[in-house]
């Protein structure tokens, strides 16, 4: 189940990245950027999603079909009331997964953001009364 929602956050994510480059090479096309290169560079990384997004929606086919026939086994070794509690377990083992990168996000922002409050140098031009830009890092 875990390895099913990985896969179909995975085919999300490069969703929006096929369709963060469409619209780039769109945008240069009908702006008629001679910029060949930028271009060039645009259809190359839209292979490449294109093919990721191939490979993913195998890997999802492939996952569940290990699910379906794990799901055989155990209906065949589990008694029903087994079948259920397993089945709880699973649930509310994704939910504590994804709770728990909830707050390891949570803490990442927070870290960076205790960076920031403690490094001077990470704001610029603040010495003439300027407003500073905050490099977070990475």
Known sequence: ???LERVLGLLLLLGSRLDRVRGALARAVADCDPDEQLQASLLQRLGLLEQQQEDAKELKRHVA????????????ALSTAELHAYSALLVGKATVLAQQRSLDKWVRLQDQLDTVRSSPHLVAGQEDGEHGTCLLPT
């Open 1 to 3: 189940m875990a390895d």
């Open 65 to 76: 079909r290990c699910e379906r026939a794990l799901r055989e086994v155990l209906v065949q």
